[in-house]
């Protein structure tokens, strides 16, 4: 069924393309090399296989065991300080945000 939108058969078509770009980029690479013609065809696909994993790969930094309870606190000290409509009470924000680094300073 997703093959039957026009933006599927475009990334369809331009990835056919693409592929037979690559063959015929790699058609003198293995004649300089006198490889075979699948080697060189499956040392691209796994480098561009590597890429896209490397791409997928989790950004940032790690979070600091006392960020990782703040957040357990604030989660937990914020249905103190929220109306029943979910709401925050006047000045409940700031209120729960003090009391969540309290709680969490004293792991």
């Known amino acids: 069924m997703a093959e039957d939108c026009p933006n599927?058969?475009?990334?369809a078509m331009l990835a056919a393309q693409m592929?037979?770009?690559a063959d015929a980029i790699l058609i003198p690479?293995?004649?300089a090399t006198r490889l075979p013609p699948g080697s060189t065809q499956?040392?691209?696909?796994g480098a561009t296989v590597g890429a896209v994993a490397a791409a997928k790969a989790?950004?940032?930094?790690?979070k600091s065991a006392y960020a990782r309870a703040y957040k357990a606190a604030f989660?937990?000290?914020a249905l103190k300080y929220k109306?029943?409509?979910g709401q925050w009470k006047k000045d409940g924000f700031k209120r729960a945000v003090r009391a969540a680094h309290k709680?969490?300073?004293k792991r």
């Open 103 to 105: 709680e969490a300073g």
């Open 8 to 11: 599927c058969r475009r990334n």
């Open 29 to 31: 690479v293995n004649a």
């Open 75 to 77: 989660k937990r000290q």
């Open 83 to 85: 109306k029943q409509n």
């Open 58 to 62: 989790p950004k940032g930094r790690k």
């Open 42 to 45: 499956a040392f691209v696909e």
């Open 19 to 21: 592929r037979g770009l």
